[in-house]
């Protein structure tokens, strides 16, 4: 690449005492980090992730669809479609119902199996591992394998000789799905519990076993304040990678019933097979606006709480 | 600790079972074991209906290239925003880890490539990826480089070196296990991910292995395949369980380290 960088600082050997002494005229940083190493990251990052998210700005002002050659400026029309019909403030509420179940049951699930199997032993290892299994696998395989599950003729029924619609309630089908959300992301918020309860110092759990504390109690003053910078990073990725989801729920429900879990993702994904993209688009400036708004007071909040404990 | 265990479990014995299960059988899925074991006709089937290697080398295709410019790329990044200090560095630092918390506009990507004429094609769905995991990347890399003596790069300069082979011959094999980290987390979201590639590939020739299960799937309705599907699924799956079998100790170490510091 920059190959002429290169070679005029090797005819230049680096001086015998590396600092004090400039090379030429450029700063120091310049030549030791030189920004072309930074430059086609950020290249690649600005075309196909910032431009894309700024022309976002754009696009749900237009009438933009498969249905017109050229693309008008329409102003607020794309807005009032998706708040009339009712789709807006549906994919908002489901979306950020699912946001929060899903970090409420992935994190408890994580945090409950990661004190299970915080002691290093044989047994323990594997069933991390066995844990950490439905990570792999994929969320929209994930999706079908519940499906088969929990079906009227699935798999659950059959078990328990039961003729339950699972998946057909109109409330309780979207917190079933979260808990599948929950149960495929468990592992990782278990493998970063765990990391967190291996980094408390083994003399503050004595100390408190002295003062005799009992294993309430030290969970409460000494293990679940010391897992403070855990709990940011897993409730935060939770919270803001669950209002990106698609693959479970397509694969469950496909939005239903009665579009009762219909997320952002889903209504997106709809719409522009439909070939409505512009309303697609609107849609997606949303998801951006409401996850700036949450991601931020969430991020700075939960560091700070870190910070007092 | 038992119910944790069954939570697992039953869905994995459910997959399983019913992979090996010939269709009849397989119709109301339940936890049987097959009364007449076919896995070997189930996955032939998969293979032959499913298009199911098609998918697998359009799915390396465009993961490999994926997680390989993520690495190359987010590491020449990190590097120069751990060691530099200025507010351009902090500025171009921050907006490139913004991809951790901003969710892709995935409707405008897609007019983008159209105007780049990337739309339905590999390097299209390769630029997205990269775009897209690039933050996760340099976040994870930048926080390493800078528990990284600068002394070790000081005494190499002294010596002549000059910046790319300090960079080649000092920082990447010291990134080793952060590299670890990044290539599985990569590799992982790019291997299972079908809401992108849905709008950049769709269907078609270039489909990966989600979207071909995903129209296995939906087939599901009225030819009644779950023994496919699930065979499907195992085979997505492998690949992932493989690689984290061999990497296992450096994904975990990898991981918490980079998420409770």
Redesign the interface.
């Known amino acids: 690449m920059a190959d002429t ?2 070679r005029t ?2 005819q230049k ?2 001086p ?4 004090g002494r400039k090379v030429g005229r450029l700063p120091r ?1 310049a ?5 072309w ?2 430059l ?3 290249a ?2 600005a ?7 700024l ?2 700005f754009y ?1 749900p002002f237009t009438n ?1 669809s498969s249905y017109h050659p050229d693309i008008a400026f329409t102003g607020l029309d794309n807005f009032k479609t998706i708040a009339d019909d009712g789709s807006l403030l549906r994919a908002i509420r489901t979306t950020l119902v699912y946001a929060l179940l899903a970090a409420v049951f992935q994190n408890g699930f994580g945090l ?2 990661a004190l ?1 199997l915080e002691e290093d032993s044989r047994f323990n290892r594997f ?1 991390r ?14 999706g ?3 499906q ?2 929990l ?1 009227q ?3 659950v029924n ?2 328990l000789g039961t003729n339950i619609p699972w998946l057909g309630s109109t409330t309780w089908t979207l917190v079933l799905v979260t808990v599948i959300h929950g ?1 495929k992301w468990m592992g ?1 918020s278990m ?2 519990y ?3 309860l ?2 408390i110092p083994g003399e503050m759990l004595e100390a408190a076993k002295c003062d005799g504390a009992g294993p309430w109690r030290t969970f409460w003053s000494v293990r679940w304040p010391m897992l403070a ?2 709990l940011t ?1 897993n409730v ?1 990725t939770a919270l ?1 990678g669950s ?2 989801t ?2 479970i729920v ?2 469950t429900t496909g939005g239903g019933p009665a579009a009762s879990t219909e997320v952002f ?1 889903i209504y ?2 709809r719409v ?1 097979g439909q070939g409505l ?1 512009a309303q ?2 609107t849609m ?2 949303v ?2 606006l409401i ?2 708004a949450l ?1 931020i007071p969430l ?1 700075f909040g939960l560091r700070r709480r870190e910070q007092l404990l | ?1 038992a119910i ?2 069954l ?6 014995w ?2 399983a079972v ?1 992979s090996a299960k010939p269709q009849a059988e397989a119709i ?4 049987d074991l097959p009364r007449h074991w076919q896995p070997g006709g189930n996955y032939e089937e998969a293979v032959s209906q499913g298009e199911m290697l098609r998918g697998f080398l359009n799915s390396l295709l465009v993961v490999v290239p994926s997680v390989a ?1 993520v690495l190359i ?2 590491a ?2 990190a ?3 751990a ?4 507010k351009l560095v902090s500025a ?1 630092y921050a ?2 880890i913004s ?1 951790l ?12 490539l159209r105007q780049l004429g990337l739309a339905g094609t590999r390097p299209g769905m390769i ?2 990826y ?3 995991y ?2 996760t990347s ?1 976040f994870f890399m930048t926080g390493f480089i800078r528990a990284i003596p600068v002394e070790l ?2 005494a190499a ?8 082979r300090i ?1 080649r011959q000092i920082i990447l094999p010291l990134l080793r296990p952060v590299i670890a980290t990044a290539t599985i987390m990569v590799m ?1 979201y790019a ?2 991910d ?2 992108y590639a ?2 950049v590939l769709g269907g078609g020739e270039k489909a990966t292995l ?1 979207l071909n ?2 129209k296995v ?1 939906s087939a599901q309705l009225y030819l009644n395949n ?1 023994h496919l ?2 065979a ?2 195992v085979v ?2 492998l690949p ?2 493989a690689i ?2 061999v990497a ?1 100790r450096k994904i ?1 170490s990898g ?3 980079g ?3």
Request: include cysteine.
């Open positions: 960088a290169i600082r090797t050997p680096a015998a005492k590396g600092r940083a030549v030791h980090h030189p920004w190493f930074a086609p990251a950020i690649v990052f075309a196909f992730f910032l431009v894309p998210n022309l976002n696009y933009w409950v199996l299970l069933f591992a066995v844990f950490f299994l439905p990570v792999l696998i994929s969320a929209l395989a994930t079908y394998v519940f088969a599950l079906n003729d699935g798999a059959g078990l149960w990782l493998l970063i765990l990391a967190g291996k980094g910078p855990a990073f935060t803001i209002m990106n698609f693959d397509q694969a993702n997106m994904f522009f993209y697609a688009s997606s400036l998801l951006f996850v700036v991601a991020v | 600790m944790a265990a939570a697992v479990g039953v869905p994995l459910l997959v019913t109301t899925p339940n936890l410019l790329l987010g020449g990044a590097w120069v925003f060691r530099r200090k200025s171009a907006l490139c991809g918390l901003l969710p892709p506009a995935v409707i405008t990507i897609v007019m983008e630029a997205v990269t775009g897209m690039l933050s340099i790069e000081e300069r002294m010596d002549g070196a000059t910046p790319l960079f992982l291997w299972s079908i809401f849905f709008f989600p299960l995903y799937a779950w599907v699930f499907y699924v997505m799956s992932m369980v984290f079998l296992q975990v991981i918490t380290s998420a409770v510091k």
